[in-house]
């Protein structure tokens, strides 16, 4: 939702034509997008998830382009720079 309360369809066969998905070289295929999505969900944290201390979508989407889609690698960082315990 937007501040001022309007959902926002997502169709996911247009992920890849999202900006950050633009960067991306070669360009990701849908399953790559979602993919990408859920990782950077799972790090800054969400409805079901809290996220690491100081940890927001910019930061998730960096540690992900940094270390690939391993979220145990990922975790170690976190843990490595006080981030999660």
């Known amino acids: 939702m937007d501040l001022q309360g ?3 369809e997502i169709d996911l066969d247009d992920l890849p034509k999202c900006d950050i ?3 991306m070289k070669p360009t990701p295929s849908v399953g790559q997008c979602q993919e990408f999505l859920l990782k950077i969900s799972m790090i800054s ?3 079901y998830i809290q996220s690491a201390k100081g940890v927001g979508f910019k930061k998730a989407i960096k540690l992900v382009q940094t270390h690939g889609y391993d979220i145990s690698c990922i975790c170690k ?3 490595k720079t006080g981030q999660l315990s």
């Open 6 to 8: 309007r959902g926002l």
């Open 21 to 23: 998905f633009k960067l």
């Open 45 to 47: 944290g969400c409805d």
């Open 77 to 79: 960082e976190l843990i």
